[in-house]
């Protein structure tokens, strides 16, 4: 019974660069979950998506990052010409779906992300 | 709007010494509570959650945390620490769909 895997678990871009970073949820879970780790501070929520739909992305920046849950395959967050600034920890979480009570969120390992 | 408040980022104990970590909450609504804990270069494991039942919540390696509304607090604790528990523990609250997490707290453990 895996648990949630993102990959790749490090990754090195240029300024100017793509970065693409994949989370595949939890068996049964419909809810993904972003967040930026910066180094020396916490987990920041940028967006929840369900599949094929954004739910919340109050969190994310507005302008070069992109998130989706396509029906089929894993989450994509995506950095479009990445700064030095966007250097961090990116982890994924997945929940299933309770109505009416709180989704407890399983974590992946997480990408680090370091952009040259 | 809900927020947690890790009172300190860095506290040290000795092995075998109390392990208090600190954690306010904020929100509107009934809380749902949770404590991880992330060991370097990993992911944030689970080690407990109130959810409305016992004020008094016991998670895994020892630890346990309060529930307390008349303070807003939800505190972290372990009577006798242990090195391995040398770690950033971080609070977090949701009342339904995303969480917010505090700033995290790093534990140091001295022999």
């Known amino acids: 019974n895996a648990g949630v895997m993102q990959n790749p678990r490090h990754l090195v871009r240029r300024r100017g660069q793509e970065a693409r970073l994949r989370c595949s949820p939890m068996?049964?879970?419909?809810?993904v979950y972003w967040y930026r780790q910066l180094p020396e501070e916490g987990l920041k929520f940028m967006v929840y998506l369900q599949k094929e739909n954004i739910i919340d992305e109050s969190g994310m920046p507005k302008e070069r990052f992109s998130a989706e849950f396509p029906k089929e395959g894993p989450s994509i967050l995506r950095i479009q010409q990445v700064v030095r600034g966007d250097s961090a920890a990116y982890f994924c979480?997945?929940?299933?779906?309770?109505?009416?009570?709180?989704?407890?969120?399983?974590f992946g390992p997480g990408t680090r992300l370091t952009v040259l | 709007a809900q927020s947690v408040t890790q009172l300190g980022s860095h506290v040290s104990v000795s092995e075998g010494a109390l392990v208090l970590l600190r954690c306010n909450y904020s929100s509107s609504v009934p809380p749902y509570l949770f404590w991880y804990v992330q060991y370097p270069n990993q992911g944030l494991q689970l080690l407990l959650k109130y959810t409305s039942a016992a004020t008094l919540v016991k998670g895994i390696n020892g630890f346990e945390a309060e529930f307390k509304k008349s303070e807003t607090s939800f505190h972290l604790t372990k009577p006798s620490a242990h090195m391995s528990d040398a770690a950033e523990y971080f609070c977090?609250?949701?009342?339904?769909?995303?969480?917010?997490f505090g700033a995290g707290t790093r534990l140091t453990v001295k022999p």
């Open positions: 068996k049964g879970h419909s809810h």
């Open positions: 979480a997945s929940s299933p779906r309770v109505s009416n009570s709180y989704n407890e969120q399983f």
């Open positions: 977090a609250v949701t009342s339904n769909n995303d969480m917010r």
